[in-house]
């Protein structure tokens, strides 16, 4: 319409590219990938992906898995809540020690 505001961007030139979602999901994405090949569950994954709903809110695609996979995982999973990870730990802190195990190297 000819009295609308425009920014330069319409629909049509949107990108995922342009969203904050879709960065945080490919991060995200990213980690859990790393963890998962550590465990040596890469392969047990097939669907793993990053993603942006309708929205474009970042979700991360885990897809399904077989049985097994999923025992596995649970199994990681409790040996780190074991371990003392807890999801509410304080992650100022733990960023902070992360960084001071590493300063020095190059």
């Known amino acids: 319409m000819p009295h609308e505001p ?3 961007d319409d629909a049509a030139t949107w990108s995922p ?10 991060n995200a ?4 990938r ?6 040596g569950l890469e392969k ?6 990053a993603d942006l709903n309708a929205f474009g809110h970042g ?6 898995v077989s049985p097994d996979t999923a025992e596995r995982l649970a199994e990681l999973l409790r040996l780190a809540l074991a371990s003392g990870f807890r999801r509410d730990h ?12 590493n300063e020095g190297r190059i």
């Open 6 to 8: 425009t920014d330069g």
């Open 17 to 26: 590219l342009d969203s904050e979602g879709w960065y945080a999901a490919r």
């Open 29 to 32: 994405t990213t980690a859990l």
């Open 34 to 39: 790393d963890a998962l090949v550590r465990a």
């Open 44 to 49: 047990d994954f097939p669907y793993l992906r």
């Open 59 to 64: 979700l991360v695609e885990l897809g399904r």
């Open 90 to 101: 304080d992650r100022d802190e733990h960023a902070s020690a992360t960084s001071e195990k």
